[in-house]
Structure formats: C-alpha cells, structure tokens
C-alpha cells in the first residue's frame, strides 16, 4: 500500500491547456516537497510547503498543502511542452523525520 | 559549486555479486542519504548517515548497507545481487539533520542493471 498516492499516475495533454496533478494520504505530514525528474535524472526540488493551507507559486506552477496537510496538489496553468516531466510529491511524517516518502510519480506529456 | 555527485553512473553486474556506489554530497552538507528507484515508481528510502552515524534505515533487507567518512562522502553496498535490485540508487544530500523545510539535494544517480 502506497502511503501517498499520486493521481493521475499518467497525463497527456495539449500545450496551452491546464492541469492538476494530485498527492493524497491518510497520514499527516510535517512537510512535503514536490520534485520533477526528468528520464536518467535525479528528482529537482520544486517546491516545500510546511503549513496546512500554504499555497506557493513558482511562475505558472501553483502548489498547494491541505488543511490537515494529508494531501497537496500541484496545478499548472497554460502548459508548456518544457513542463514534460515525472512529478514526484514527498512528505516527510514528523518533523526532524529521517526519510522522505514518495509518491509513485505522474508522469506528464504536454502535447505542442 | 558542484551539486551531488555520484559513481559510477551506469553499471552491470551478475546475480550474487556486490556493488559499491559511492556519493559526494555538497560542499559543507553533511547528511546523506541513500534512495532505490525501481523502475515507474517513487524512491524508497533505504538509509540516512548524518556526521557519520546511522541515523534512518528503511525497509531493506541486511544486504544493504553503507557507510559515511569524515570527508561526509557515503559509499552503497550491496550483496549477494538479486535481479530486482536493479534500479537508480539516488544519494541525496542537506545541510543538516532533516528538519522542517530543509532543502535536500538529489544527484543523478547510479543506474544498477543486475543480470
């Protein structure tokens, strides 16, 4: 069983169109990053989001941590084919926590 | 300044053999820690070193293990190889204990092919 599910696990879409890509759990988590990885690559950090509600935004890429922080979402606006990627979401469970938990990843096509 | 880095990138190795991967984390980081991607999945954590000391281990059998020295760079073992441990081992490095917030750095991997 998966402790953070990322859905969808596959999305092709249009250039220019709009997309969410959401991380969800059961568990609370103290903090959670989003990263993309890029094929023969290691994961990039995109993002840390620490309070439950915080919204960050990195250009037309808008992160959000739930309430309860069990769950985020990452939604991108006008796509664009460089935004082609695996998205991976990460949570650690308690703060000072040794290990990141991963998602299974979304893997993204932005279509020209 | 020089991210992390990690060799040998691409290796192959046969069933029952050992592998060292080795990782330099970033100038002045001194916590390490070592991840397995297999293949369509998210990495799964296998061990945190920080100042040299075990601090976290994952779910993996007693064929891993590793070490960090006081340069803070880690070296990956693994024996006896199984077909499925072919994956991307990932070293990760920060600048202190996992905390809130604190910003890990992936390298880019060794890619392990067990045949």
């Known amino acids: 069983t998966q402790l953070l599910e990322q859905s969808p696990q596959f999305l092709s879409i249009q250039e220019g169109e709009n997309l969410t890509v959401y991380c969800n759990s059961s568990s609370v988590f103290s903090s959670l990053q989003w990263y993309r990885q890029e094929p023969g690559e290691g994961p990039v950090l995109l993002v840390t989001?620490?309070?439950?509600?915080e919204v960050k935004k990195l250009k037309r890429l808008t992160f959000q941590f739930g309430d309860a922080r069990k769950d985020s979402s990452l939604h991108i606006t006008a796509a664009q084919p460089g935004d082609t990627g695996l998205y991976l979401c990460?949570?650690?469970?308690?703060?000072?926590?040794?290990?990141?938990?991963f998602g299974q990843g979304t893997r993204l096509t932005i279509n020209p | 300044d020089a991210g992390v880095t990690q060799s040998p990138t691409h290796l192959i190795k046969t069933r029952g053999q050992h592998v060292t991967l080795r990782c330099s984390p970033i100038s002045g980081h001194k916590s390490v820690s070592w991840y397995q991607q297999v293949l369509g999945q998210g990495p799964q954590f296998i061990f945190q070193y920080y100042e040299k000391e075990e601090r976290g281990r994952g779910n993996f059998p007693d064929r891993f293990s590793a070490r960090q020295f006081p340069n803070y760079s880690s070296e990956l073992n693994v024996n006896a190889l199984l077909l499925g441990d072919s994956a991307l081992y990932l070293c990760?490095?920060?600048?202190?204990?996992?905390?809130?917030?604190?910003?890990?750095?992936f390298g880019e991997g060794s890619w392990l092919t067990v045949v």
């Open positions: 990760a490095s920060s600048s202190r204990f996992w905390d809130r917030g604190n910003t890990i750095y």
């Open positions: 990460a949570g650690a469970l308690k703060e000072g926590a040794q290990k990141l938990v």
């Open positions: 989001v620490v309070t439950g509600g």
